[in-house]
């Protein structure tokens, strides 16, 4: 499968809200994901569980995902912005959450890294 | 300045269409610019020059500059999402562009590289 193939896959099933079909089809076994302050997450369980955390403590509405976008000095990446339709149980308020996320994709047509820009908390 | 603060400044900046003030005034004298097809472009001037070229052959109506955003794992960068509404004189139809631009930042708050990510032709 070519990066494209791949990269528009993902974009598909993300807008269809089938992030966990993502988490389990399309990352490798020792995936690391990045969070926004840094911190790293290594292998699928622990990274789909990190996400199943995340949604615990708000309701997700949806998401839409724009992209996937590249650069020619990084042909193993491709690189999306998110906007994250939430309602953090904390506030009750609904907000709008955005991200970029920067992928990087193994020959085996795995994603072994997934690294994430926001501001603030997410 | 603090990373966020030069960030926000570029953000405010440009969606005040003030982009070529941005590369007057922030960019590195050696600054590296590299397009989506992996295309390297090095100094301020030439990078400039290729901005104005980039607009001669259409109408530029506008653009709408998402973040800044980033991640602690690489704390000398921040990333933006662009929306660019243009009209390229070739087929007279106005459309909008997506990129998403990853901006390096050195100790004396000059741009030293950006890196844009889109997908097929700008």
């Known amino acids: 499968m070519s990066l494209d193939t791949l990269a528009r896959r993902f974009v598909e ?6 992030n966990f079909d993502v988490m389990r089809t399309m990352y490798a076994p020792d995936i690391i994901s990045v969070e926004g302050d840094g911190k790293e997450t290594a292998g699928q369980g622990p990274v789909i569980k990190k996400s199943e955390d995340w949604g ?10 724009r992209g996937p ?3 020619g000095a990084t042909p193993d990446q491709f690189v999306v912005y998110f906007t994250l339709d939430v309602t953090p149980r904390a506030t009750g308020r ?3 959450l955005e991200e970029v996320g920067v992928y990087t994709v193994n020959k085996n047509d ?4 997934e690294q994430f820009f926001y501001d603030g908390e997410h």
């Open 56 to 65: 615990a403590d708000k309701t997700f509405h949806g998401e839409t995902v």
């Open 13 to 18: 099933l993300c807008n269809q809200g089938k």
């Open 110 to 113: 795995q994603i072994t890294r």
């Open 94 to 96: 609904r907000i709008t």
């Open 69 to 71: 976008f590249y650069n």
